[in-house]
């Protein structure tokens, strides 16, 4: 038995595989519409296949599977509104939006991921609820963030967190640089951002996999370059200006989504480092050295998808991945060469221990 909110069993099978398995489960109290406070703080009161469906968040997602004669039971019309491509809250949606707000994300997301319609009185409902979001457990909704990251569809799904003012909520910081044009872009209007989640969304399809906290950088990259730009107007920096930087837009935002320290940590290194790309990779040792930060993966990997967005600096990328491959290939080399000069060398002679005969005999 495992979950604090909800009480779940896993159903562990000899093969390694495992089953999650819960009761259905009803409303505890009827909900007062008229309450000034309605946030769903307790769901684990046991009730019916029916009254489970009726207190799940959308009619496409309140679908059950009959395994004894392989029927689908629909207790809310999910099949017609799953037909007609339709999201749609079971019941009243802001009482649904306000029991858990966490609901209007996935909204956003089921309909960016399927391509489906968000109805009017749900949409309305957003616009109208979406400040309710804070008041929602962080790692909740930064999973969501995470989950339409990786899913492949982050663009529509961001575009759409825009449009009913969710990322104003979210993230006010980076919203507000959104709303400025970006002279990166390689269109010459909109923000770079957005081209580099069309790059992500294309490279997740294609299988390839990022670490959490390259994903969760392409928040904070828009921000930083921002105040790069503004810096850049006035005096030269100072050599510690960019570590600093970060360190003030990185922590605070981090803090309110409750990413884990080393996340954060290696957003503010991947970010520092990543800039260290723009030039071809030398002999000298500090560039070698360069390769063995912790870092350096998730650093080139935020430089090469920039360098995909804009078109500007591909070459470099691939140059600074080959380079990393014969710096790895080598260190593996001189690592093994180590050992077996190790194993090959004769073992030290025993010391012979001092002491007076009779003295600290052991017993035979």
Known sequence: MIGRRFRLAHILFANGKVVEVATFRRRPDPVDPNAPEILMTSDNTFGTAREDALRRDFTINGLFYDIADFSVIDYVGGLEDLEAGLVRTIGDPQIRFREDPVRMMR?????????????PDSYEAILECRKEIVKSAPPRVTEELL???????????????????????????????????????????????????????AERRRGRAFDDAVLFALFFLPIARAHVREAARGADPDPGFLSTLLEDIVSPIALRMSLPHAVSQRIKQALALAGRFSHRPDA?????????????????????????????????????????????????????????????????????????????????
């Open 284 to 364: 000298r040792v500090a560039t070698r050295r360069l390769v063995f930060r912790e870092a350096f993966p998730a650093a080139l990997d935020i430089f090469e998808l920039g360098a995909m967005a804009t078109g500007v600096g591909e070459e470099h990328a691939a140059q600074w991945r080959a380079f990393s491959s014969r710096a790895e290939k080598s260190r593996e080399s001189l690592e093994m060469e180590a050992r077996a000069e190790r194993d090959a060398a004769p073992p030290p002679p025993r010391r012979r221990r001092r002491g007076g005969r009779g003295r600290g005999k052991r017993p035979v």
């Open 147 to 201: 989950q339409s990251l990786k899913g492949g569809h982050a663009l529509p799904t961001f575009l759409l967190l825009r449009e009913v003012g969710l990322l104003d909520v979210l993230m006010p910081e980076l919203a507000d640089v959104l709303r400025e044009i970006d002279p990166d872009h390689p269109h010459g209007t909109g923000h770079l951002f957005w081209a580099l989640l069309d790059v992500v969304d």
């Open 107 to 119: 909204a956003v997301e089921f309909a960016s991921r399927l391509g489906f319609a968000i109805t």
